[in-house]
């Protein structure tokens, strides 16, 4: 379905805002194309709107705990801007190219300033999204999906979908017919009650990325612990403390309080530690920087 062009005046009540955020350096490139060919499809009146998150200056987290604390963050960038149109969309669309069997690097970068996430997070949970990596080599996606899958998740965002799509050439992506046919279902998903569920993930969230444990396994995003039965299913053993409506992820940021409550009531024992190491070793840095 061919997407609807709309002035701000004439944008109905009834219109859905989709947010589409392209961690992507290339103008055009697979992860902005593979967007706007979802955006045809879907069938709800709608609006595309897009930021090229590679454009945006997103500092490194100070580590302060001001944002922790209900306190303004003394960054001065784009983090705010992002947080802000993510409330304000109806649903998100998220892709990113592989880079180095990860996700490009601007995710990480946002990921780094997740303790803002809670200042929106009520008004993000449950809000539809469909995450897109572009890869090149066969199978060599590495941990690029866990990426975006915990930037949505700590988002609070309901992941109808995460897929891999062999594409590495600028457009590639919509050179195949089969690609244009997933475009057409995710569509579907976006505002559907239905999600893509992975054949082999985790049995609680669906992350495809596990860590071996004694009798067992501990999925990486949730946390979740399970096992494989005799037929080679996964058995639940205990749901991980990690994830949840908002009450539930709630309960990191008061873990987070208290550790500066500890640090504040530790900080004397904690100078006398560290003083002893203020001058082992020398700091080198670029020529000419200050």
Same mark, same amino acid.
């Given at each position: 379905?061919?997407?609807?062009?709309?002035?701000?005046?004439?944008?109905?009540?009834?219109?859905?805002?989709?947010?589409?955020?392209?961690?992507?350096?290339?103008?055009?490139?697979?992860?902005?194309?593979?967007?706007?060919?979802?955006?045809? @499809? +879907?069938?709800?009146? @709608?609006?595309?709107?897009?930021?090229?998150?590679?454009?945006? !200056?997103?500092?490194?987290?100070?580590?302060?705990?001001?944002?922790?604390?209900?306190?303004?963050?003394?960054?001065?960038?784009?983090?705010?801007?992002?947080?802000?149109?993510?409330?304000?969309?109806?649903?998100?669309? +998220?892709?990113?190219?592989?880079?180095?069997?990860?996700?490009?690097?601007?995710?990480?970068? &946002?990921?780094?300033?997740?303790?803002?996430?809670?200042? &929106?997070?009520?008004?993000?949970?449950?809000?539809?999204?469909?995450?897109?990596?572009?890869?090149?080599?066969?199978?060599?996606?590495?941990?690029?999906?866990?990426?975006?899958?915990?930037?949505?998740?700590?988002?609070?965002?309901?992941?109808?979908?995460?897929?891999?799509?062999?594409?590495?050439?600028?457009?590639?992506?919509?050179?195949?017919?089969? !690609? &244009?046919?997933?475009?057409?279902?995710?569509?579907?998903?976006?505002?559907?009650?239905?999600?893509?569920?992975?054949?082999?993930?985790?049995?609680?969230?669906?992350?495809?990325? +596990?860590? &071996?444990?004694? !009798?067992?396994?501990?999925?990486?995003?949730?946390?979740?612990?399970?096992?494989?039965?005799?037929?080679?299913?996964?058995?639940?053993?205990?749901?991980?403390?990690?994830?949840?409506?908002?009450?539930?992820?709630?309960? @990191?940021?008061?873990?987070?309080? !208290?550790?500066?409550?500890?640090?504040?009531?530790?900080?004397?024992?904690?100078?006398?530690?560290?003083?002893?190491?203020?001058?082992?070793?020398?700091?080198?840095?670029?020529?000419?920087?200050?």
């Amino acid at each position: 379905m061919k997407q609807k062009s709309h002035t701000i005046e004439s944008i109905s009540p009834k219109t859905k805002r989709i947010l589409g955020l392209v961690a992507s350096p290339r103008k055009p490139g697979n992860c902005e194309l593979f967007i706007k060919e979802l955006s045809r @499809h +879907i069938e709800n009146e @709608h609006t595309l709107q897009m930021i090229r998150l590679t454009h945006l !200056n997103i500092e490194p987290c100070k580590g302060c705990y001001s944002c922790i604390m209900d306190n303004p963050c003394p960054n001065k960038d784009d983090m705010q801007f992002l947080l802000d149109e993510i409330v304000r969309a109806d649903a998100v669309i +998220i892709a990113s190219p592989v880079y180095y069997l990860g996700a490009n690097g601007i995710i990480k970068n &946002i990921l780094d300033r997740g303790f803002l996430f809670y200042t &929106i997070l009520r008004q993000t949970y449950g809000k539809p999204c469909i995450l897109v990596n572009f890869y090149g080599i066969k199978d060599r996606i590495g941990v690029a999906p866990q990426a975006l899958e915990t930037l949505a998740t700590f988002l609070g965002l309901d992941i109808k979908a995460s897929v891999s799509i062999k594409a590495a050439l600028p457009g590639e992506a919509l050179m195949s017919k089969v !690609n &244009i046919e997933r475009a057409k279902k995710l569509a579907g998903l976006l505002f559907s009650s239905k999600k893509l569920r992975r054949k082999y993930g985790c049995p609680f969230c669906g992350c495809e990325i +596990i860590r &071996i444990v004694k !009798n067992g396994f501990i999925c990486t995003l949730c946390h979740g612990n399970f096992r494989v039965d005799k037929k080679g299913g996964f058995v639940r053993i205990k749901e991980g403390e990690v994830l949840g409506p908002p009450e539930k992820m709630f309960l @990191h940021k008061a873990w987070l309080k !208290n550790m500066k409550k500890r640090f504040l009531a530790k900080r004397k024992e904690i100078m006398r530690t560290i003083v002893r190491y203020k001058n082992i070793g020398e700091w080198i840095e670029p020529q000419g920087q200050n």
